[in-house]
């Protein structure tokens, strides 16, 4: 059964109490890494600055504890775009499964209008998984 390493158990305890849950129930069914819980408001700017984030200051990933988690399916490729979007999207309906049976509402940043469809444009933070209120 695949087990988070180390470092993804580290970057995990940074998120909130239901992101460890979910993310400690995928990892027995499907073989992953946490990038990242929380970052600081400076590395959020870094990120914007590099267009990797679209949120210059603040975002769910800048709460204590985080209230987003960016999650990659093994093995990580960050140059084949083809088959990790296609891992992605079939990693992302994984975890949503699992979080519906846990009572766990999620947003994935491969679907942000929450459609279960796809937009064109809309995939670019598909590795973004992160807590709805209520």
Request: glycine share 8%.
């Amino acid at each position: 059964m695949p087990a988070f390493s180390k470092s993804s158990t580290d970057r995990l305890s940074t998120c909130h109490p239901d992101l460890q849950r979910l993310f400690n129930e995928v990892v027995k069914r499907y073989d992953c890494t946490i990038i990242e819980g929380h970052r600081t408001d400076e590395r959020q700017a870094q990120l914007f600055t590099e267009g990797k984030t679209k949120i210059r200051k603040g975002g769910k990933h800048t709460f204590i504890p985080s209230l987003a988690v960016d999650v990659m399916p093994y093995p990580v490729d960050w140059k084949d775009d083809k088959t990790q979007r296609e891992r992605r999207i079939h990693f992302a309906g994984i975890v949503k499964g699992v979080a519906h049976t846990m009572g766990i509402r999620i947003r994935w940043g491969g679907d942000w209008n929450q459609n279960d469809h796809i937009e064109s444009g809309d995939d670019w933070d598909m590795p973004h998984f992160e807590l709805l209120e209520g």
